[in-house]
């Protein structure tokens, strides 16, 4: 019902900069949110940064004064700024959103979808 496009991935030195976009597709009347979520070898995912359909945004500690997370409403396009990059960044990055829907019965009920994720390895 939703499909989440990444691109904007690879490989950067340490303390160089990437931007990661991600276009949401299908039905997407009602997002609610749309943020990056990052995941270490053997770890959870975790979440690095997001965007409410009312623009407010919410960092993860590691996030906050590097990354920048805006949104394209109009195009459902959520875009990760990743400035003075750490080799503690590598990670697979996934983009995630949030739907709010309304079943049968009038009760409304929230959906999640994920990208494919895309690696960014930072070397030192």
């Known amino acids: 019902q939703v499909q989440l496009v990444e691109s904007g991935g690879g490989l950067v030195q340490a303390g160089g900069s990437l931007t990661l976009s991600c276009a949401a597709s299908?039905?997407?009347?009602?997002?609610?949110?749309m943020g990056w979520y990052r995941q270490f070898p053997g770890k959870e995912r975790e979440l690095v940064a997001s965007i409410s359909s009312s623009g407010r945004t919410n960092y993860a500690d590691s996030a906050k004064g590097r990354f920048t997370c805006s949104r394209d409403s109009a195009k459902n396009l959520v875009y990760l700024q990743m400035n003075s990059l750490k080799p503690e960044d590598t990670a697979v990055y996934y983009c995630n959103t949030i739907i709010r829907r309304r079943n049968s019965f009038g009760r409304y009920y929230d959906d999640t979808y994920w990208g494919q994720g895309t690696q960014v390895t930072v070397s030192s």
């Open positions: 299908g039905s997407t009347l009602s997002i609610v949110v």
